[in-house]
């Protein structure tokens, strides 16, 4: 399990934390988007959010959603480094879950 704490630059609305799936077809990964775990109509620089993520698997379990102040829908992935342990979030357009 890790701690991360999440302090936007900018305030954002309509923030997702939610379930990373995946389905395979073929050779092809796709991540998924599932349940939402935790949501906030919105998000300020002076209010960081602490969550904690359970690392279990190489593949992400875990992201982030929110839409920024150009009105644009900004999905990530929460990933662990396999080299050295840094968390960080990857931009990734999800798929619905099937």
């Known amino acids: 399990m890790a701690e991360i704490v999440l302090l936007p630059t900018r305030s954002v609305t309509d923030f997702h934390y939610f379930i990373v799936g995946f389905r ?42 929110y839409v920024d102040a150009d009105g644009a829908l900004r999905q990530y992935a929460i990933v662990e480094s396999g080299k050295d342990g840094t968390i960080f979030l990857m931009e990734e357009a999800f798929d619905s879950a099937a």
Do not use: C, K, M
């Open 24 to 65: 395979e077809d073929s050779e092809l990964l796709t991540l998924t988007r599932e349940d939402d775990l935790y949501t906030a109509d919105a998000l300020s620089p002076g209010r960081p959010l602490l969550l904690a993520i359970p690392f279990v698997e190489t593949i992400p379990n875990r992201g982030v959603s």
